[in-house]
């Protein structure tokens, strides 16, 4: 049972937007850094967002991050089939003393 | 370009011990600051932080399973090491290795299904 609270699923037509929020509590998203993951099914995990908003190399500006409070945020323009995955956000918990990841959402494409 | 592959037997017996192997390839473990971890996920199910050691040997385990769990490194074979004790059926999972510069995963292995019947 995890934390961090994700929709189950977003969907969206092609070349359109979907938000991805992730709720979490002072004791994890309100003390550090979150970061994102895009898991395209029978794959491994890739990373998307770390540090509440940063992107690694090679990852496209269509993804995008945000934090305020005790809540993150990914939002993905300009959606693309290649899109269809479960996101995974994730975070440390100070109460929990342990690594902590979300729910997960599903992103359809339509 | 480093590289993190999961290596292990694929079935475990009730009550015997989980143990998998990740190797580094491409890279060096000492090089940087890096965390190399254990992650599992349960068929159909969200991601699991298992735990993390450090390359000095230092290591840190999820709470929920620090009683059954070591894992261990050796950096001259440029791999680290789970193991996981007294496995029940729901320690059935694929188990990932990654490697954490921060509190973030940037490189994944592949995965490997680890399953215990019931």
């Known amino acids: 049972q995890s934390v961090l609270t994700q929709p189950p699923s977003v969907s969206a037509a092609p070349g359109q937007k979907v938000t991805i929020s992730c709720s979490g509590s002072s004791s994890n998203i309100g003390e550090n850094y979150v970061s994102w993951y895009q898991q395209i099914p029978g794959t491994a995990p890739k990373l998307l967002i770390y540090?509440?908003?940063e992107r690694p190399s090679g990852i496209p500006d269509r993804f995008s991050g945000s934090k305020s409070g005790t809540s993150a945020t990914l939002d993905i323009t300009g959606l693309q089939s290649g899109d269809e995955a479960d996101y995974y956000c994730?975070?440390?918990?100070?109460?929990?003393?342990?690594?902590?990841f979300g729910t997960g959402t599903e992103v359809t494409v339509l | 370009q480093v590289q993190l592959q999961e290596s292990g037997p694929g079935l475990v017996m009730p009550s015997q011990t989980l143990s998998l192997t990740c190797t580094v390839s491409?890279?060096?473990?000492?090089?940087?600051?890096?965390?190399w971890s254990w992650i599992r996920q349960h068929p159909g199910k969200g991601l699991e932080w298992i735990g993390y050691?450090?390359?000095?040997?230092?290591?840190y385990y999820n709470p929920s399973l620090e009683s059954r769990v070591t894992i261990s490194v050796d950096t001259s074979k440029k791999q680290f090491y789970l193991r996981l004790t007294s496995v029940t059926a729901a320690d059935t999972a694929v188990y990932y290795c990654?490697?954490?510069?921060?509190?973030?995963?940037?490189?994944w292995g592949r995965g490997t299904l680890v399953t215990v019947p019931s």
């Open positions: 050691v450090y390359h000095r040997g230092s290591a």
């Open positions: 540090d509440n908003s």
């Open positions: 994730a975070t440390w918990d100070v109460s929990l003393n342990t690594g902590v």
């Open positions: 491409g890279g060096s473990m000492t090089t940087g600051y890096y965390y």
């Open positions: 990654a490697r954490r510069p921060n509190w973030y995963f940037d490189l």
